[in-house]
Structures are given as structure tokens and as C-alpha cells.
């Protein structure tokens, strides 16, 4: 993105004069919606014969004719903190191709719904490895969030939502790991925006192809749906994980954990639309409260400015 710092090779941390802009905020909503709507490519791609594992693979194999010469330029970051970086590559990969399997195996909504149990997770990290602070409107707009999470995605008929079944527990896993992964986001903040994210982009094809290796995956797909995913991964995939990542960077991770929320939103109405279902006034009622808590988010962080 043209607002990254590409002179010094860092991004600004948290509590910078450049975080109290909307960019970071449009960034997070930006890749909340195309993550939103990232299953129907996925499930389009196995009903040709590309499994998940080898659609991750292939889509993360695009991503890295942007991430090789970003690490091959920022080598020297690596070096400076080659564990965090090593633990964050693989959290990363965990956290992508966990949520790309769960979304393929379990019901949708669902699957977001234990995802998103992360801003709980992230919450708990934030506060006691990185020092946050959660004041009382804080924490009030993240049980506003999850209310309008829980509201939107309860369906009786799925039982309460709690681990029932591999999707399950894949999703759940990813939430934490993607927790994980902001707090190491912060951690990193004298690092560059670009190799943050070139690093979890390496992670997610490397444990995509460590897991091919173990289960024996085979690919079935023709040479045009393997194109298609690869130009995915180079396009779509590169562009919401820059955002990802420049937009956690640059805000506490509770308050990016809350808008990312989006995603949840724009996931359950397009999987309605698509599947020829109706929007009830339970999926308008919570995704409505989950659009109040990221705009409540988004205003006290800009109002604030340094601060945050």
C-alpha cells in the first residue's frame, strides 16, 4: 500500500501520529470483507477436485512472488529477531490453513462464530504480554461485538458453540493462533509491514506443504483450476494480508480484533445470498450490533490519535 513506509523499511508502531488516521480502520474492513467472502472461491475450487490443503498451498505459492524479494531485501530483520519471526511463520500458517479447511468442511457461520471467538483471546494476550490497558468502554464495545456475533450466528440446531467436530476445532485453533498472531504482529513493531506479512505468507505454504507430506492429499483438479487458485493467492490473498497486517501494526489489538469482526458479517450475507437463503431479523440484529462495536472502535480510536 502506497502509505507503508518504505524509506526507513519500518512501520510505525501502535502508538504512533500515523495510527490516528482512518487508513488503518479502512484497511481492516477492507481485508474483513474479502476474507468474508474468500469461501466461495474455495469451495468452487474443491468441487473441481483442488482440496484444501493443496488450494492453500497453491494460492500461498502466488502470494510469494511478492514475499521472496521482500524477505530477500529484509533478511537483516530476520536476524535481529530470527524466533519471533520463525514462531510467527508458523502461528501464521496454522491460523490461514485451519480456517481455509474449516470453512470447507463445517457450515460457514459456525466456523466464523469460533474464529471470532479470537477478540477474547487476543484480548487476554494484549493485556498480558503487551501491557494494554482495557478501559470500561473498551470492554463493553467487545461484549457488544461478540453479543452481535452470538445473536447473528446461534442456530439451535447446531447446539451450543463449543467444539463438536474436526471443522470445529480447526476453527477454534485458528482463532487462537490468529490471536497469537497479532500480539506477535506488535511485538515485531520495529519490523517493516511487508516482511511481517511476506513472513506468514512463507508459514502458510510451508505448513500447507509439511500437512500435504503427512496425509498424502492427491490433487485431482485441471491445470486451469490450479492457475486460478495461484492467481488468487497473487492477487486477492497478497492484498488482505498486507491489509491484515498494516492494520494490526497500526492499532491496540482488541480494537483491530473488534473490526475485523466485519468479516462475520459480510461471510453470513453472502452465504445467504448465494445459497438462496433468507436474511432474517436475527442476522440483521446482530451484524447490526457488530457494525455498531467496529464503528464505536473506529470513532474512539480516531478521536484519541496518539493515544491509541
Known sequence: MSSINQSSGTSKPAGSSH???????????????????????????????????????????????????????????????PWLFFFMAI?????????????????????????????????????????????RRALLVLILAMLGAVIMLWDESLGFPAPQDRADWLALSSGITFAVTNVL??????????????????????????????????????ADVMVWAFLLGATVMTLMNIAVVYGVTHMPVHRSAIILLFEIVVAAISSILLTNEIIHLREWTGGGLVIIAAYLTAIQHVKKGNEF
Not at 42 to 71: D, H, K, N
Request: a neutral charge; charged letters at 10%; one cysteine or more.
Open 19 to 81: 495510527a490516528g488516521g482512518l487508513l488503518p480502520i479502512v484497511s481492516l474492513l477492507f481485508a474483513a470483507t474479502l476474507w468474508g467472502l474468500i469461501w466461495y472461491p474455495l469451495r468452487s475450487f474443491e468441487a473441481q477436485g483442488l482440496q484444501g490443503l493443496w488450494s492453500s498451498t497453491l494460492m500461498y505459492c502466488g502470494t510469494l512472488i511478492v514475499a521472496i524479494p521482500v524477505l530477500y531485501k529484509g533478511w537483516r530483520e530476520w536476524l535481529q529477531q
Open 185 to 222: 504482529i506488535h511485538k515485531l513493531h520495529d519490523s517493516s509491514v511487508m516482511v511481517k506479512t511476506a513472513t506468514g505468507w512463507l508459514g502458510v505454504f510451508v505448513v500447507a506443504f509439511i500437512l500435504i507430506f503427512i496425509t498424502g492429499e492427491k490433487i485431482s483438479a485441471s
Open 91 to 135: 502461528v501464521t500458517g496454522w491460523t490461514n490453513v485451519a480456517v481455509i479447511l474449516a470453512l470447507l468442511e463445517g457450515n460457514v457461520v459456525r466456523v466464523l462464530l469460533l474464529f471470532y471467538l479470537s477478540p477474547i483471546w487476543a484480548t487476554l494476550l494484549g493485556y498480558f504480554f503487551l501491557g494494554e490497558q482495557l478501559s
